[in-house]
């Protein structure tokens, strides 16, 4: 094996690890933000839900 292949194979080898640590890193921050825009949605409807009942309490106010 040529010196050139022997040095190809050694960066090809790092290259790939380097690759690889990127990937696991961009597949763990989709998850985070996956999650955190699930948390957001749902805080978002529970703040709908609660102006929903406020809207309703006040009807009720407004009605006696």
Same mark, same amino acid.
């Given at each position: 094996? #040529?010196?050139? /292949?022997?040095? +190809?194979?050694?960066? #090809?080898?790092?290259? &790939?690890? $380097? /690759?690889? *640590?990127? +990937? !696991?890193?961009? @597949?763990?921050? /989709?998850? !985070? @933000?996956?999650?955190?825009? %699930?948390?957001?949605? &749902?805080?978002?409807?529970?703040?709908? *839900? @609660?102006? !929903? %009942? $406020?809207?309703?309490?006040?009807?009720?106010? /407004?009605? !006696?």
């Amino acid at each position: 094996m #040529s010196l050139l /292949n022997k040095i +190809k194979l050694y960066f #090809s080898g790092i290259i &790939e690890e $380097v /690759n690889l *640590d990127w +990937k !696991k890193i961009a @597949l763990e921050l /989709n998850q !985070k @933000l996956i999650e955190l825009q %699930i948390k957001y949605q &749902e805080a978002n409807q529970r703040i709908a *839900d @609660l102006e !929903k %009942i $406020v809207a309703i309490y006040k009807e009720k106010e /407004n009605a !006696k």
